[in-house]
């Protein structure tokens, strides 16, 4: 099974800063990872599928780099909206998740 | 607008099984993969089992593997998982999810969840 380990666990950062969020998966995954979404009492929301694809309705401002075993997902200029838990998950072997980054307004 | 309703959670005790369902609309069901993911009590996101559109592909986490089966009814837009021999570590959110495609690949859409308690 494909370990995916994100770091930091937890990211405080101020509006209009940029946020970089990392993720590391134990074998290479090739660009098969997607990154969620997650904030208190509502579903995951899908950002960004085959490493740097936004989805639907997804703001510029979230991009997704990377390939292999190491991925980033950038918040270029934070928004107050945008705190919540972030999940990079692989497809490349069925699927796992990472165990999140929980990014707090400052 | 795509929905899914998760139902059957239940506290049941150890040993026990529990068959969860999900009603899906707002889409072509049959064209997409889709999923069970589970959340524990302060923990985060863990994928249980996927299949695919025609069911010819399905996995597992190795956490319960041998213990559950996913299944679907294309007839009837549902999605299904029999959990067998449930252990405590199985208390959590079970969430279904939609596909993007037609195999197991990125969730594009979330039920609410339904809450399966495992103790004695």
């Known amino acids: 099974e494909i370990v995916m380990t994100q770091s930091p666990a937890t990211l405080s950062v101020s509006p209009g800063e940029r946020a970089t969020l990392s993720c590391r998966a134990s074998?290479?995954?090739?660009?098969?990872l997607a990154w969620y979404q997650r904030k208190p009492g509502q579903a995951p929301r899908l950002l960004i599928f085959?490493?740097?694809t936004r989805a639907t309705g997804i703001p510029p401002r979230f991009s997704g780099s990377g390939s292999g075993t190491e991925f980033t997902l950038t918040i270029s200029s934070l928004q107050s909206e945008d705190f919540g838990v972030y999940y990079c998950?692989?497809?490349?072997?069925?699927?796992?998740f990472g165990g999140g980054t929980k990014v707090e307004i400052k | 607008e795509v929905q899914l309703v998760e139902s059957g959670g239940d506290l049941v005790q150890p040993g026990r099984s529990l068959r969860l369902s999900c009603a899906a609309s707002?889409?072509?069901?049959?064209?997409?993969?889709m999923h069970w993911v589970r959340q524990a009590p302060g923990k985060g996101l863990e994928w249980v089992s996927g299949?695919?559109?025609?069911?010819?592909?399905?996995g597992y986490a190795d956490s319960v593997k041998g213990r559950f089966t996913i299944s679907r009814d294309n007839a009837k837009n549902s999605l299904y998982l029999q959990m067998n021999s449930l252990r405590a570590e199985d208390t959590a959110f079970y969430y279904c999810?939609?596909?993007?495609?037609?195999?197991?690949?990125?969730?594009?859409?979330w039920g609410q969840g339904t809450l399966v308690t495992v103790s004695s």
């Open positions: 999810a939609k596909d993007g495609v037609r195999f197991l690949e990125w969730l594009t859409d």
């Open positions: 707002g889409f072509t069901f049959d064209a997409y993969a």
């Open positions: 299949i695919s559109w025609n069911g010819g592909k399905i």
């Open positions: 074998e290479s995954v090739s660009s098969n």
């Open positions: 085959a490493t740097s």
């Open positions: 998950q692989q497809y490349h072997t069925w699927l796992t």
